[in-house]
């Protein structure tokens, strides 16, 4: 079975720093975007950041200048890098991935169990 395991939340004060990992593993042939989204009591969830295989990124207007996604393909590892933090940002953080399991399967849907990101004033 495909496992995505979130790593990095915590307790900050507002301005600081936290940088988010995600890294996947089980039966995996290829990875494609690969994505942070984040979910505060009694909201829906929404995308924060996501990026393709090769690359390519796009943020939430609420968090652009202030986080950075990355991805180390070989490791199958997802990084969010985020500065600045606010207290709006306090949330369960949760990582995305768009991934195939098997050479006879479609590309899927797959998420973590999230990682608690709390922003203090």
């Known amino acids: 079975q495909v496992q995505l395991v979130e790593s990095g939340g915590g307790l900050v004060q507002a301005g600081g720093s936290l940088r988010l990992s995600c890294v996947a593993s089980?039966?995996?042939?290829?990875?494609?975007?690969m994505g942070w989204y984040r979910q505060a009591p009694g909201t829906q969830r929404e995308v924060v950041a996501a990026?393709?295989?090769?690359?390519?990124?796009n943020f939430a207007d609420s968090v652009k200048g202030r986080f950075t996604i990355s991805r180390d393909n070989a490791k199958n590892t997802l990084y969010l890098q985020m500065d600045s933090l606010k207290p709006e940002d306090t949330a369960i953080y949760y990582c995305?991935?768009?991934?195939?399991?098997?050479?006879?399967?479609?590309?899927?849907?797959?998420w973590g169990q999230g990682t608690q990101v709390t922003v203090s004033s």
């Open positions: 990026i393709t295989s090769g690359g390519r990124s």
């Open positions: 089980g039966s995996i042939i290829s990875i494609n975007d």
């Open positions: 995305n991935a768009q991934l195939r399991s098997s050479w006879w399967s479609r590309v899927s849907d797959y």
